[in-house]
C-alpha cells in the first residue's frame, strides 16, 4: 500500500474541524517579606476563603505578641515607604485605580488577574493607626445593560436567546481551569464532544467525527477493504505494545489511536467525505509546507504572508478549484467569518495549522450543556470577584467611553489620568492608574474618535481603522422534534445565503431538551430549538426579520434536513450586529493593537486585550478568532499593567495549550534551513 500523502491531511482536517464551527481564586497575592513567620502569613495564604474580618480576627486571636507585631511592622512599612517618598505624614497610600473597558472573554480575564493579583484589604490590629488597607480599586466598564451575565438575555416573549452560539474547544486549558476555581464541574457546563456535519445544495458534504471518543469501528466500519485492512493493522500496533501481546475485543471495539497529526486526520476523515473526491483534497498538500513556512517563520516572514490574501496563496500553491469553491470558501465563511479573496493569508495559516498539524483531536468541540455563556461561566466568576473578599469589583454596565485624556509625567512618560463615560448619568474617573482596552474594533474606534489623546498614538488611529464583521443571529422555536445526524451543522454554498457562511445548532439536542428554552412558555410537548447564525452577513442585513426567518425556514433548513419541511414555526427571535467581529483582512496585521498598546516605554498604563491584539513574546497557542485567546490577552494585559505600576503583585499563571508535536517542530527546523538559500517566491 503506497504511504499516505501528507497533503489530504490538511483538507481531512480543516474540513472535519472548522465544520465544527460556528473554586476556588488564589486572591491571596500580596508578596509577603519572607521573615513573617507561618502562623501569621497563613491568614493572608487562606485569602481566597475568607473575608477581610474573618482575617482580622484570626490575627487577633494569636497568642504570639511577637508574631503579631512583626504583622503590623509590616504594615507600617508599607504606609511608611509611601511617605517618605510622598512627603506625606501618617497616611497610607491611596489605592491603585484600574479601569477595565470591555465585559468580553478578554475584559473579565483581565478582571480576574488585577483582583487576585492586588489585594482589597490588609487586615490590622490598630484600625484608628492605619485600618483596613485597600490596594486596588477595580472597575469594568461595557455597554451592555448588565455585562455581568446576572440578567438573561430574552425574547419579547421571554424566552432566552443569544448572539451566537460559541464551541469550546479541547485545547482551551485556561478555560477549563476557570471550570475548576469556581467549583463548577466540566460535565455540567459542558456537553460531550459533538460531531458537526456540513449541508450543500446537493446534500450532506462531510461529517467531523470525535477523535477523543471515536473507535476504530465508528471511524473505518463502513470503509470498504481498506477499512478492515486499517483496523486490523491498528489493532495489531497497539497490542504489541502491550505486554503478553494479547486483549480482548474486537478490532472495531478499539479506541482509535492518537496517531501523529496529520496522519491521525487522514485516517480517521476518509470515509467523512461524501463527495470531493480525494484528488481535490490531494491538492492541498502545499499549504502544509506554507504553514510550516509561516508558522516557524520571524516577524518579517508573517507580514508576508499576511499581505496575501488567502484566495491568491491558494493559487499560487494550484489547489483545485472544486476544493476552494466547495469546501475552504464555505469553511473560511464559518471559521474567520469572511472569504479566502478577503482574508489574510497569515491568519489563515495559524487555522490551517491549529485544526490539522496540532494533535489529532485538537479540533473536538463541545458547547453549552445549560443556558448560555454568560450565565454558565461569567456569571459566577462575575460574583466571586464583586465580592469584598475577592476584590469587590465594581461593574458599570450600560456605560459608554466618552474620553481618555493622557498627561505627561515627571518620568518623561505619557500617562493615562483620566476616563469620562456617560450613561444614564455622565461621570468621571481621576487619577487612574491604568486602562485596560479589552474591546474590538468596533469599540476602539468609538474610543479613540471620542479621545484626541489616544488618536495622536498611532497604535491607536490605525486599530480603530480596521473594520469588523457583520453578524445576524436567529432563534427558531418548532411544533415539533426534528431529529438531524448532528446537533451541529454548516450551510455552504446556498444561493440564499448571499455571500455569508452559515451555521444551524439543534438547542434541543444540545442541551438535553431543557425547559429553560421555552423560558415561560414550559409547554409538556416542546419541539425543536434551532440557533442559526449568519457571518460575512451583509448582504442579508438590510432583509426585514420575517424576510430572514423565511429564508430560514423555506430553503436552508429544509434543504439541509428535509424533515424541517414538515415542522411549522411556533416562533422566532432576529438579533442584527454590524461590525462587531474581527475581520483579519490582508495587510491588517501591523494595524491590529499590541497587548503593550503604545509601548512601555511610551505609555505604559494602557494595555490592550482581545482575540484580536497581538500578543508579542507572550502569544499563546490558541490562535484566531478564540474564546481561550481572548481569556488569556486578558491575564496577560493585566500582568503586564501591574508590572508597569506596581511593586508588588501577584501575575496570573497562564497555562499553555499543549507542546507542538516532534514532526511539527521537524518540519520548521528543517524549513528554517532550508529558507536560508530558496528565496520565498510565493510571497512576493
Same mark, same amino acid.
Given at each position: 500500500?503506497?504511504?499516505l ?6 483538507a ?18 500580596? #508578596? ?15 485569602y ?5 474580618t ?10 504570639? &505578641?511577637? &508574631? ?8 507600617? /512599612?508599607?504606609?511608611s515607604?509611601? $511617605?517618605?517618598k510622598?512627603? $506625606? ?10 479601569? #477595565? ?6 475584559g473579565?480575564?483581565?478582571?480576574? %488577574?488585577?483582583?487576585?493579583?492586588l ?30 451575565g446576572?440578567?438573561?438575555?430574552l ?6 436567546v443569544? %448572539? !451566537? ?8 486549558? =485556561? ?6 476555581q469556581?467549583?463548577l464541574? +466540566? ?14 445544495p ?26 478492515d ?6 489493532l495489531?500496533a ?7 501481546? !494479547? ?16 496522519l ?20 492541498m498538500?502545499g ?12 516577524? $518579517? ?18 489547489l ?13 465563511l ?6 479566502p ?11 490551517l495549522?491549529?485544526?490539522?498539524l ?12 445549560s ?17 469584598e473578599?475577592?476584590?469587590q469589583?465594581?461593574?458599570?454596565g ?28 455622565? !461621570? @468621571? ?21 471620542s ?5 495622536k ?11 469588523g ?8 422555536w ?14 455552504s ?17 444540545? @442541551? ?9 412558555? %414550559?409547554?409538556? &410537548? ?7 447564525d449568519?457571518? =460575512?452577513?451583509g448582504?442579508?442585513?438590510s432583509?426585514s ?17 428535509t ?8 416562533e ?23 497587548? &503593550? ?7 505604559p498604563? #494602557? ?9 508579542? +513574546? ?11 485567546? %481572548?481569556?488569556?490577552?486578558g491575564?496577560e494585559?493585566?500582568n ?9 503583585? /501577584? ?7 499543549r507542546?507542538?508535536?516532534? @514532526?511539527?517542530?521537524?518540519? #520548521? ?16
Amino acid at each position: 500500500m503506497k504511504p499516505l500523502h501528507l497533503p489530504v491531511v490538511a483538507a481531512a482536517a480543516v474540513a472535519t474541524t472548522v465544520i465544527s464551527l460556528s473554586a476556588q481564586i488564589n486572591c491571596s497575592a500580596f #508578596i509577603l517579606p519572607p521573615s513573617l513567620p507561618t502562623s501569621v502569613i497563613q491568614p493572608f495564604s487562606s485569602y481566597s476563603t475568607r473575608s477581610p474580618t474573618t482575617i482580622v480576627q484570626t490575627t487577633k486571636s494569636s497568642n504570639d &505578641e511577637a &508574631e503579631q507585631e512583626l504583622t503590623n511592622q509590616f504594615i507600617k /512599612q508599607v504606609t511608611s515607604s509611601y $511617605n517618605e517618598k510622598n512627603n $506625606n505624614n501618617n497616611s497610607p497610600p491611596p489605592p491603585k485605580k484600574y479601569v #477595565i473597558i470591555g465585559g468580553g472573554w478578554a475584559g473579565w480575564g483581565a478582571a480576574k %488577574a488585577l483582583c487576585q493579583g492586588l489585594p482589597y484589604t490588609i487586615p490590622t490590629t490598630e484600625p484608628t493607626d492605619i485600618g483596613n488597607y485597600q490596594f486596588a480599586n477595580i472597575t469594568l466598564i461595557d455597554a451592555l445593560p448588565d455585562p455581568t451575565g446576572s440578567t438573561p438575555y430574552l425574547s419579547k416573549t421571554g424566552k432566552p436567546v443569544e %448572539a !451566537g452560539t460559541r464551541g469550546f474547544w479541547k485545547d482551551y486549558p =485556561n478555560i477549563n481551569k476557570l471550570c475548576e476555581q469556581l467549583g463548577l464541574e +466540566e460535565n455540567y457546563v459542558f456537553t460531550p464532544f459533538t460531531n458537526s456535519s456540513f449541508y450543500s445544495p446537493d446534500g450532506l458534504e462531510a461529517t467531523a467525527p470525535v477523535f477523543s471518543e471515536a473507535t476504530v469501528g465508528s471511524i473505518l466500519g463502513d470503509v470498504p477493504l481498506v477499512g478492515d485492512v486499517l483496523k486490523n493493522a491498528l489493532l495489531l500496533a497497539r497490542r504489541g505494545k502491550e505486554s503478553g501481546g !494479547g486483549g480482548g475485543g474486537t478490532a472495531a471495539q478499539e479506541d482509535f489511536p492518537m496517531l501523529p497529526s496529520p496522519l491521525g486526520q487522514v485516517i480517521a476523515t476518509i470515509p467523512y467525505f461524501e463527495r470531493l473526491p480525494i484528488a481535490d483534497r490531494a491538492s492541498m498538500v502545499g499549504l502544509l509546507l506554507a504553514t510550516i513556512d509561516c508558522l516557524g517563520g520571524d516577524e $518579517n516572514v508573517k507580514r508576508q504572508y499576511d499581505r496575501m490574501t488567502a484566495h491568491e496563496l491558494f493559487l499560487r500553491f494550484r489547489l483545485s478549484e472544486r476544493l476552494v469553491e466547495d469546501f475552504l470558501k464555505p469553511t473560511l465563511l464559518v471559521g474567520l467569518f469572511k472569504p479566502p479573496e478577503e482574508l489574510s493569508a497569515l491568519v489563515v495559516m495559524e487555522l490551517l495549522y491549529y485544526y490539522a498539524l496540532a494533535h489529532q483531536d485538537s479540533f473536538d468541540v463541545r458547547w453549552i450543556k445549560s443556558g448560555t455563556v454568560s450565565d454558565s461561566l461569567i456569571q459566577p466568576l462575575a460574583k466571586r470577584l464583586m465580592k469584598e473578599e475577592y476584590g469587590q469589583l465594581n461593574v458599570l454596565g450600560g456605560c459608554r467611553v466618552k474620553e481618555v485624556s493622557i498627561e505627561k509625567k515627571e518620568d518623561g512618560k505619557m500617562h493615562a489620568t483620566k476616563l469620562r463615560y456617560f450613561d444614564t448619568k455622565s !461621570g @468621571q474617573m481621576e487619577t487612574i492608574d491604568g486602562i485596560i482596552m479589552a474591546v474590538g474594533n468596533q469599540g476602539m474606534s468609538s474610543i479613540v474618535s471620542s479621545s484626541p489623546d489616544l488618536a495622536k498614538f498611532p497604535v491607536f488611529s490605525k486599530a480603530a481603522s480596521l473594520k469588523g464583521i457583520d453578524v445576524i443571529s436567529c432563534r427558531l422555536w418548532f411544533d415539533r422534534k426534528v431529529s438531524t445526524r448532528s446537533p451541529a451543522n454548516v450551510f455552504s454554498r446556498f444561493d440564499a445565503l448571499r455571500g455569508a457562511g452559515g451555521t444551524f445548532f439543534m438547542l434541543d439536542q444540545l @442541551q438535553e431538551d431543557s425547559p429553560e428554552l421555552w423560558g415561560e412558555d %414550559a409547554r409538556d &410537548e416542546r419541539g425543536s430549538v434551532v440557533a442559526c447564525d449568519f457571518y =460575512n452577513a451583509g448582504g442579508l442585513m438590510s432583509l426585514s426579520d420575517e424576510d430572514l426567518v423565511k429564508i430560514l425556514t423555506d430553503e436552508l433548513l429544509p434543504s439541509a434536513v428535509t424533515k424541517f419541511a414538515d415542522a411549522k414555526l411556533v416562533e422566532s427571535w432576529v438579533g442584527k450586529y454590524p461590525g462587531v467581529v474581527s475581520w483579519f483582512s490582508p495587510g491588517s496585521y501591523d494595524k491590529r493593537p499590541p497587548l &503593550e498598546g503604545a509601548g512601555k516605554d511610551v505609555l505604559p498604563n #494602557i494595555k490592550c486585550a482581545g482575540d484580536w491584539v497581538r500578543m508579542g +513574546e507572550r502569544e499563546h497557542g490558541a490562535k484566531g478568532l478564540c474564546q481561550e485567546r %481572548a481569556y488569556v490577552s486578558g491575564f496577560e494585559a493585566a500582568n503586564s499593567l501591574m508590572k508597569s505600576t506596581c511593586e508588588k503583585f /501577584q501575575p496570573h499563571e497562564v497555562l499553555p495549550v499543549r507542546e507542538d508535536e516532534m @514532526q511539527f517542530k521537524m518540519g #520548521i527546523e528543517l524549513n528554517q534551513k532550508v529558507m536560508q538559500y530558496l528565496p520565498r517566491f510565493w510571497t512576493r
